[in-house]
């Protein structure tokens, strides 16, 4: 059995880390736009609660519970980049201090969304009988979410830098992450119009 977690582990981790996943990282960098390296509690959770989110769509998607369109959740990828970006400008920095709490709400409704992207690599994949189903797609999981605090770790690492080191203001900062999102996920968008 320790293999088998292993396996379906390093799956999840990998994919994560893949460079064609790429959308799912520029994702992660909107959600850590308005945050600081002195955050990182609520930014773990923030993560986690993007898992979650993830994790039920993509069981209820192995399962067979619900069905979708890849080409739907093809386009609804960009659109949540571009939501989180948006969103991350539009509210004032006084202001969001007091309103942080969407930040978990989209994460967690924005993961069912990106775990509907994450139920095609395993439906690709020959997933064993039902007596280890629940196991594998735990592992997967798991994988996926060491991955993103990986991730995570590495982009407040250089949030930290630029702000405390290159004393470059937090709002600047937010500003121009969120702009350059937002423009990866249009080009995304577009792509996908002119493929």
């Avoid at 890849?70 to 386009?75: N, R």
């Amino acid at each position: 059995m320790a293999s088998l977690f292993q396996t379906y582990f390093s799956l999840g981790f990998d994919h994560i880390l893949d460079p064609r996943a790429f959308d799912h990282i520029v994702f992660l960098i909107a959600l850590c736009a308005v945050y600081t390296w002195a955050e990182w509690k609520q930014l773990a959770i923030l993560v986690t609660a993007f898992t979650i989110g993830h994790s039920l769509t993509l069981a209820m998607a192995v399962l067979d519970v619900i069905q979708f369109s890849s080409t739907l959740v093809e386009t609804l990828i960009p659109i949540t980049i571009m939501i989180t970006a948006l969103l991350n400008v539009v509210l004032s920095t006084n202001h969001f201090q007091k309103q942080k709490r969407w930040h978990y709400v989209l994460a967690l409704v924005f993961g069912f969304i990106h775990g509907m992207g994450f139920s095609g690599l395993l439906k690709q994949m020959q997933l064993l009988g039902e007596d280890t189903l629940l196991m594998q797609l735990f592992a997967f999981n798991i994988g996926i979410e060491v991955g993103q605090l990986l991730i995570v770790t590495f982009i407040m690492g250089i949030v930290y830098l630029i702000l405390n080191v290159l004393n470059i203001r937090q709002l600047s900062w937010k500003i121009f992450i969120s702009g350059a999102t937002f423009g990866i996920g249009i080009i995304l968008l577009l792509q996908l119009f002119y493929k």
